[in-house]
Every structure is written in C-alpha cells, then in structure tokens.
C-alpha cells in the first residue's frame, strides 16, 4: 500500500503588515534582498514569490540553484508549492550573473510555459524577473 500524502501550510506569521507589491521595481527589490550577500554574481537562481489577491506576498520559494549560465524550472513544483500556499498571484525571478538584464529564448520559452500553466490553476503569472547586482 502506498503512503498517504500529507499536504500542510502554515504561514508562519501574520501577512497583514506586508506591504503589496505594486510594481515590477518593487518586485526586483524585494527579491533582490532574498539572495545572500554576493551570490547574485556567483550562479544562477530562481525565486518565486507567492502572493494573495491584493499582491500581498505570502511568501517565497528558493526554487532552485543552477549554473554559472543556467537556471533551472519545473513548472510542476512551482505550482504545487503555489496550490499548497493558495497563492493568486506570482512572480518568478532569477539571476544573470553576468549582469546582463536581456531575457534569453530559453527564459521566453519558459515563462510562456508557466504563464499558460498557472492560468489552468486559476494563478497569475504577474511577471518573470531578471535580477542584477
């Protein structure tokens, strides 16, 4: 016999004094202040931030680590962890070490995969994010 699966949330404090995102600037700030000192230059990294109806963040997700050029997404855990926290809204954010902001055909292609994705669920993809130093 299989073992059940246990599905909890808990959001470890009150979201009430969070303050909504309201923009892509703001976004890439807060996400920024997520990286450790000095490894947004180190190797690639997604982030997602999980957020209610008003844009008030419910919280993140370090998603993955990748390579010094290469990020690495599955949609399928970035939603779930989005179904588990009932989530509304997202926003997915990575690092280009190289300090170049240009999405790649890969981010495009990704992101539109996501996009499409998260719709089914009744998730909004807010926006994906590149983060520089």
Request: charged share 20%.
């Given at each position: 016999m299989p073992p059940e699966?246990?599905?909890?949330?808990?959001?470890?404090?009150?979201?009430?004094?969070?303050?909504?995102?309201?923009?892509?600037?703001?976004?890439?700030?807060?996400?920024?202040?997520?990286?450790?000192?000095?490894?947004?230059?180190?190797?690639?990294?997604?982030?997602?931030?999980?957020?209610?109806?008003?844009?008030?963040?419910?919280?993140?997700?370090?998603?993955?680590?990748?390579?010094?050029?290469?990020?690495l997404i599955d949609v399928r855990i970035i939603l779930g962890v989005a179904l588990k926290c009932l989530c509304v809204n997202m926003i997915v954010a990575h690092n280009h070490p190289s300090g170049n902001t240009k999405p790649s055909p890969a981010d495009i292609d990704m992101t539109k995969k996501l996009k499409a994705s998260a719709r089914l669920m009744q998730i909004n993809l807010l926006d994906h994010i590149i983060i520089t130093k």
């Amino acid at each position: 016999m299989p073992p059940e699966i246990e599905v909890s949330y808990s959001s470890g404090r009150n979201n009430k004094s969070q303050a909504p995102i309201s923009g892509s600037e703001m976004a890439a700030n807060y996400i920024r202040s997520l990286f450790p000192k000095g490894e947004i230059e180190l190797q690639e990294q997604v982030i997602v931030l999980y957020m209610n109806r008003a844009n008030v963040p419910i919280g993140f997700h370090r998603h993955s680590k990748g390579t010094i050029t290469q990020g690495l997404i599955d949609v399928r855990i970035i939603l779930g962890v989005a179904l588990k926290c009932l989530c509304v809204n997202m926003i997915v954010a990575h690092n280009h070490p190289s300090g170049n902001t240009k999405p790649s055909p890969a981010d495009i292609d990704m992101t539109k995969k996501l996009k499409a994705s998260a719709r089914l669920m009744q998730i909004n993809l807010l926006d994906h994010i590149i983060i520089t130093k």
